[in-house]
């Protein structure tokens, strides 16, 4: 039965009153039956629901067109039902803004028609009402998240987090908490999201409160791939087109720190060789773009590799062919040798090796007069071995090894270069180290083009004139100046003059090469001269002395380069010649020919 206020009863009294004039009758506890039986003239209101919102608990029903007016009333648990308020003609909600945290609220609503009223669904509408955690601040937080806060509501059970954005129209819950804060990873730049935090409260009540956001960091590239090389671990990523560059943080597992690992300007560069790591160590990087000085987000959990360095290959002629040997890999559990020569797209397995301390390999079908590339790839890994590249030379054909000494000189050691290039062929050139750095880019494509780079000494200094210190400089200085350049010093010398004696012989520290056949084209300075000389005593294994100083030896080779290859001679360098025909060179030992 509903029980008026003093407050708020006044037309639950006047109504009252009517009734009681009309029927006077009627005593007073009749009031109960007066009201059942005139409210079959006004259509009891049906409830809908009660809805918990931001402050408040909203009544709903089934607004019935009769009604001038309605009356809403409320109970608490078990208690009498309260008269609360009342709406105007057409209304069919009702907000309840003097609602308190944990409290179970029923509700219901009476219609009223001039003096008359309805009956009322004494079953009512339950509400639990839980305070709503108002959103206080939610922003784009250190430019790789969304950090909601919200205000603390008393005596509830937990906080939810629901998201939504543009793209996706279902509310998805990211996470429930007890603390006052949530951050979200999990955004894409560009979109526009909205968030609630609802509080559930101890009794099961719910409240909600919708707030927007709108991400505007610079996306993270998201195809970030990590690989071990013998260089150290490379990163490479998707290209971004919104920043104006990026950077590459690394951190140790475990730690929690990032280290910027490098800035890169614009955002075509896609890659990036981290040098600065240790073999057997566990790295994490994460890429970010970067524009001006904003920062773009970043995955926090990074991605990760063990570092290991992949086994170094080494390769060398021999009398049986190409012998490859590697350091022992750490992983894995074997090889693939894989080769391809030059002028071929595939890398071709050419042994399969099931145990990981066979180190060794002898490729004796190399691809004869072409350049055979060869690696090694650890079978079960991703490591690849650096690449080594090597002529293939047949032990069974003939071979002579050309020398130039006193070089370079532009005009001739080019014209030599494009022969030797022209008939895919390679020479020695004995350098002079004084004249390197002048003709640096004749030393580049003496290398480049397979020739071997062997030491005239510096200054061209007969060598058994002076004493041990001086022959040492004299090699030192020219190997140093060689290296500059190409990288790798020589491993063989030719002493000026070919002038040996034993101190040359203790102070050199390499194997010596003089010549078996002289040209003399420093004397006669005529091509054919030089090509007869050739001609008449060239042999399998001869070693062939020249000048690239010399028009007329320029000319020469244009001759003689051809007519060999066509007489069935491999050109080759001393060192390859020497290792195809089987002979282990010693250090100031002197060799004149491979027979
Ligand atoms: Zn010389």
Redesign the pocket.
Known sequence: MISETENCGDNMKKSLSVAMILLTFINIFAICATIVSFAAEVTTPVLKKAEVNYGNVTVYWENTRTADKYRVYRKIGDGDWEYIGSTGKGFSSYKDDTVKNGRTYTYTVRAIYGKLYSSYDKEGVEAKYVSTPKIVEIKNYYSDSVRIQWNKVNNIKKYVVYRKDTKNQDWVKVAQTTSLQYRDFDIVNGRNYRYIVKAIGENGGRSGYVKNVKITALKAPEEVKLTSSSKGVKISWNKMTSGTGYRVYRKLKGATEWDLVTKIKGNTTTSYTDTKVKNGKTYIYMVRQVKGSTLGTYNPHGYTIKYIIPPKLTAKHSPNGIVLSWDKAVTGNGYKVQRKASGENEWKTISTITSLSKLKYTDEKPVYGKKNYYRIVVSDSKLVSNKRALYGINPKKKMVALTY??GPYTPVTNQILDVLEENNARATF?V?GSRVSTYKDCIKREYSLGCEIGN?SYN?TILTSVGASTIKAEIADTNKAVKNITGQAPKIV?T??GAVNSTVRENVGYPMFNWSVDTLDWKYRDSSSVVSSIKSNVRDGSIVLM?DLYGSTGNATEEIVPWLIKNGYQLVTVSELMAVKGIDVQKGELYCSAY
Do not use: E, I, Q, T
């Open positions: 000494d006193d004995f002079v005239h061209h030719r000026p003059g000048h």
